[in-house]
């Protein structure tokens, strides 16, 4: 099999450091950008090499050969431009969060399933390193089995300089960074059976929550408690945009935190060490982690494409992260508990 062709969507924020993660690997290439503002795509095309620039998506798909389109527009478009990619019979990577709604979200994994062509998800936070480790530690069951476990994300950073839109957004952390802690969760402990939420607002200009509290009731029994906060306030740790986790487990526990240090507690006493993300000269040194993640997340995604592996986060795994993202704002709506069985998740 020859380099995979595809086709970036959107020229926004993310678009550059993802166009840098696709040129890490070998076996893909780049052949066409597209944006509604053209002469952004332009822009990044003329940065990287990238020989066709469109302003219309539909033009872009009639005119090029494509393996796969990778999506990487607002929420609320991802609809849009993932059915156009399966009436022409085209794999699609998706950024998260896939859709604005659950049910946009299960229509579009229903339109590729129909359609016979894979839909993927572009959900980097699970490979990073410090987390893939984590995850070693837990699988390989040197603590034994977890019964409660924290995933702390709370940051001052000023996330809205980059992404203003963030700002506008009804449904604001739970959406952005709830997406990927939900997944780490799911990628740590399992699935859920029922969870608990409470959201809380402190910026007096943004729309949606800027915290948020999980607490996921796993199918284990375990109990894992989800903390997001962009809440702008002072804060001794805050290392933008690291994820503090500690788990407790039948024969020890396990600590991720600032700087990247996995300190994994048993009888025999405490072995600590420290996971860095490899460090890319295109990533922004303010979003290290998450920009190094993106290669790994697409090594992993290209492998599936290429048939060569299984993807990880699959559109119709990320219905289940979707799921809790929106059972979450449900539970704190209704000031109640959500609790369901495999054979009737919520809605
Ligand atoms: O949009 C978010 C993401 O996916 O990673 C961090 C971020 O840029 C801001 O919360």
Redesign the pocket.
């Known amino acids: 099999m020859g380099s995979l062709r595809f086709a970036i969507l959107g020229t926004g924020?993310?678009s550059r450091f993802q166009l840098a993660g696709w040129k890490e690997l070998d076996g893909v290439e780049c052949v066409a950008l597209c944006d509604r503002t053209g002469s952004k795509a332009e822009k990044l095309a003329r940065e990287f090499g990238v020989p066709a620039v469109y302003d219309d998506a539909e033009e872009l798909l009639r005119r090029e050969r494509l393996d796969f389109l990778d999506i990487i527009t607002d929420a609320h478009t991802h609809g849009k431009f993932v059915r156009m990619a399966a009436d022409r019979r085209l794999p699609v990577i998706c950024?998260?969060p896939l859709a604005p709604s659950y049910s946009e979200a299960e229509g579009m994994v229903a339109a590729c399933r129909e359609a016979g062509v894979p839909l993927l998800v572009h959900e980097?936070?699970r490979w990073q390193p410090q987390i893939r480790q984590m995850k070693r530690v837990l699988d390989e069951g040197r603590i034994g089995e977890p019964f409660r476990a924290r995933i702390d994300f709370i940051?001052s950073?000023p996330?809205f300089n980059?992404?203003p839109f963030?700002r506008e957004l009804e449904q604001f952390?739970l959406t952005?960074?709830g997406?990927?802690l939900l997944d780490v969760a799911r990628c740590l402990f399992g699935e859920a059976e029922g969870l608990t939420c409470l959201t809380h607002r402190v910026h007096r200009d943004t729309k949606g929550e800027d915290v948020a509290t999980v607490m996921l009731a796993m199918e284990g029994g375990a109990a894992v408690v989800c903390n997001m906060a962009?809440a702008g306030n002072a804060l001794e740790h805050d290392r933008?945009?690291e994820t503090y986790i500690f788990v407790e487990a039948e024969s020890g526990s396990a600590e991720l935190g600032p700087d990247y240090w996995l300190r994994v507690t048993t009888g025999d006493g405490t072995f600590a060490r420290r996971y860095p993300p490899p460090r890319y000269a295109w990533a922004d040194p303010s979003?290290e982690v998450?920009h190094a993640s993106i290669v790994p997340c697409h090594a992993n995604l290209l492998a599936a494409l290429r048939g060569e592996g299984r993807a990880e986060t699959t559109g119709e795994d990320n219905l289940l992260t979707l799921k809790l993202v929106f059972a979450a704002y449900e539970s704190a709506a209704g000031r109640r508990s959500i609790h369901w069985s495999r054979s009737n998740l919520p809605e």
Do not use: A, R
């Open positions: 924020f993310w950024q998260k980097n936070w940051s950073f996330v980059n992404q963030l952390i952005d960074i997406t990927h962009y933008f945009p979003y998450i």
